[in-house]
């Protein structure tokens, strides 16, 4: 099992100027880790195309040219089905040598209609994906129940099509994230690896991103179920923190009512209260700027770490066993 890293995972970095996406490949070598996933949805108010200055050849080409230094995987993050914008991402990662791009249906809020359309929009670059031996990853994004994701990739029919499986995500539409985990996992072509809270910010609850390993999602558990009941060869650490976000769907509309327990269990804010709202982590104020990448630095270095333990503990068996055969 390969370990990636998602480029949110440094968005403060990202957004203040003080990584390209060159350095976060760097990074993400030093971290000792096998891949990039590399997010191009836009900042707003912010140049280029997410994590990409563009997408002009000569600068893809330079992209491809440091994955390749490293000898990794690289994937995109991207959202929207719209066929004229994906074919411009699909043509993107062929560029760079990513097999794999991640998507999502709703944008900010559950939308029915894009999701009905979503299939059709899909099927429209079926054919491309063929062409290129690229995989199209439907993910539950914040505001899809994996069942839709799923009745999304059944009615396309198509083997490039699949599911990306967010470990967290589900807790926005009241799902619980095992079990969210768990039927996505036959379909699943990548990951978002990652850990959540519930936290109460005096006004409603917020879901909140926390370093993997410190959260109330059972990790451990979603990990298993992945090795067990998907054919993934790659699991990509997204580490949002610091992040907090509200419920996109109303309670009960994945099957949990109410916070209070498990994945749902209410924790203190990693943040007074008083200093900054969990609504307002994202872009935080110029007097945290510092503390906060600081803290998120760390973060991603405690969550790598978390999966690679994973890694070591659930894949040394099938790494003997590969070692047996070879001798």
């Avoid at 924790?267 to 700027?289: F, M, R, S, T």
């Amino acid at each position: 099992m390969k370990i990636g890293l998602e480029t949110e995972s440094f968005h403060l970095q990202f957004i203040t100027g003080r990584m390209d996406i060159f350095g976060f490949i760097r990074k993400t070598a030093e971290l000792g880790l096998d891949g990039v996933m590399i997010n191009i949805v836009p900042w707003p108010g912010l140049p280029g195309i997410g994590t990409l200055e563009s997408f002009e050849p000569e600068y893809l080409d330079k992209v491809k040219k440091e994955i390749q230094k490293y000898g990794f995987f690289a994937e995109i993050d991207t959202n929207g089905t719209d066929p004229k914008y994906l074919t411009e991402v699909i043509e993107a990662a062929h560029r760079i040598g990513a097999d794999v791009i991640r998507t999502y249906t709703c944008m900010g809020e559950y939308d029915p209609d894009r999701l009905r359309r979503a299939p059709e929009d899909i099927k429209q670059i079926v054919p491309l994906l063929k062409k290129y031996r690229i995989k199209l990853a439907v993910e539950n994004h914040e505001e899809e129940l994996t069942d839709e994701v799923i009745q999304i990739i059944k009615e396309v029919n198509s083997p490039w099509v699949g599911a990306h499986c967010d470990f967290g995500n589900a807790m926005m539409a009241w799902e619980d994230p095992v079990e969210a985990v768990r039927k996505l996992a036959p379909y699943a072509f990548t990951t978002h690896f990652k850990d959540h809270i519930i936290v109460h910010d005096g006004e409603d609850y917020r879901v909140c991103g926390v370093p993997a390993g410190t959260g109330n999602i059972d990790l451990e558990e979603c990990f298993k179920i992945l090795i067990e009941n998907s054919m993934l060869t790659r699991i990509n650490v997204e580490m949002c923190f610091p992040y907090a976000i509200h419920f996109k769907r109303e309670p009960g509309t994945g099957g949990v009512f109410a916070v209070g327990e498990g994945a749902f269990k209410v924790g203190q804010p990693p943040y007074d209260l008083n200093v900054i709202k969990p609504l307002d982590y994202y872009y935080p104020p110029a007097e945290l700027l510092e503390q906060m990448i600081e803290d998120q630095e760390k973060g991603a270095e405690q969550s790598v770490r978390y999966a690679l333990a994973l890694r070591d503990k659930y894949c040394r068996k099938i790494k003997n066993r590969e070692r047996f055969f070879r001798e």
